[in-house]
C-alpha cells in the first residue's frame, strides 16, 4: 500500500526567510508520480508540480525547487524568499502507474505554512 | 472558465437530510474522481468514475453514499440521510487520459451538516 508523510504539521516564518516542507512516500512500485499542491485560505487546490520516479533531477521555478531522492523517498518542496501570499497549505500526493488505465492520489495530510510580515 | 466546475460551493444542511453534489469536468475529459477532505486532514479518494460507468469505488462509504456520471451532464455525488461526521470538503478531479495521473481539480464543495 502506498502511503504519503508529512511530519511538519504547521510551519511559521517570517517573510524572505526560506522554507523547506518534507514529505516522505512509500510504494512497491518501481514507476509512480510524485505531486505537490497549495491549498490558499480560498480553500482551492493548486496543482504545483509533477515529478515521475524515472526522472530525479531536481526543478526550480522561479522561487519553488523541488528535491526528489529516491534513495529516501523524499520529495521535499523549499520556497525561497518566503512572501505572505504562500500562505497555505501544501500537500504532497503519490500516485502509482496506472496499470489499470486509471491512478488513484494518496496525500499527505499536508503542512501548514504561515508566512508573517 | 474552461475548469472543473463544483457546485454548490458551500451547501449546508440538517441531519437526515439529502445532500447532492454536481461535477462539471474540463472540456474533452471523460474521467471523473471525487475525494474528500475532513477537518485538517489530507484529501482521501472516494470513487472514480468514466461516462455511465463506475470504475473504481473502494473509497466510498458503504451506506448512505453514491455517485453516477450520466452520459449527458454533469457527475453526481449523493449523500442520502447525512450526519454531521459527513461535514468535509468534497473535491472533484478530472482527467483526459489517465496516463499520468495528474488530476485536474475543481474549487471544492463544503458540506456543512447541522
Known amino acids: 500500500a502506498q502511503k504519503v508523510t508529512q511530519a511538519q504539521t504547521e510551519i511559521s516564518v517570517v517573510e524572505k526567510e526560506d522554507v523547506t516542507l518534507d514529505c516522505v512516500y512509500e510504494t512497491r512500485d518501481t514507476t509512480y508520480y510524485l505531486f505537490w499542491y497549495k491549498q490558499p485560505p480560498s480553500g482551492e487546490l493548486v496543482f504545483l508540480i509533477r515529478?515521475?520516479?524515472?526522472?530525479?533531477q531536481n526543478e526550480i521555478s522561479g522561487r519553488y525547487s523541488w528535491n526528489f531522492q529516491k534513495s529516501t523517498s523524499s520529495f521535499n518542496f523549499t520556497i525561497t524568499a518566503s512572501q505572505v501570499v504562500d500562505s497555505a497549505v501544501y500537500f504532497c500526493?503519490?500516485?502509482?502507474?496506472?496499470?489499470?488505465?486509471?491512478?488513484?492520489?494518496?496525500f499527505g495530510k499536508g503542512t501548514m505554512l504561515l508566512v508573517s510580515p | 472558465n474552461a475548469g472543473v466546475m463544483q457546485n454548490p460551493r458551500h451547501l449546508v444542511r440538517r441531519r437526515g437530510q439529502e445532500a447532492r453534489l454536481r461535477c462539471s469536468p474540463m472540456?474533452?475529459?471523460?474521467?471523473v474522481y471525487w475525494y474528500r477532505q475532513l477537518p485538517e486532514e489530507g484529501l482521501k479518494f472516494m470513487v472514480y468514475l468514466q461516462k455511465e460507468n463506475i470504475i473504481d469505488e473502494s473509497g466510498m462509504p458503504k451506506e448512505r453514499f453514491s455517485a453516477e456520471f450520466p452520459k449527458e451532464g454533469p457527475s453526481i455525488l449523493r449523500i442520502q440521510q447525512v450526519v454531521r461526521g459527513d461535514s468535509a470538503a468534497y473535491f472533484c478531479a478530472s482527467s483526459p487520459l489517465d496516463t499520468s495521473g495528474e488530476l485536474f481539480f475543481g474549487e471544492g464543495s463544503r458540506l456543512t451538516v447541522l
Open positions: 515529478r515521475n520516479s524515472f526522472d530525479e
Open positions: 500526493a503519490l500516485s502509482e502507474a496506472p496499470y489499470s488505465g486509471y491512478s488513484t492520489l494518496t
Open positions: 472540456k474533452g475529459h471523460s474521467h
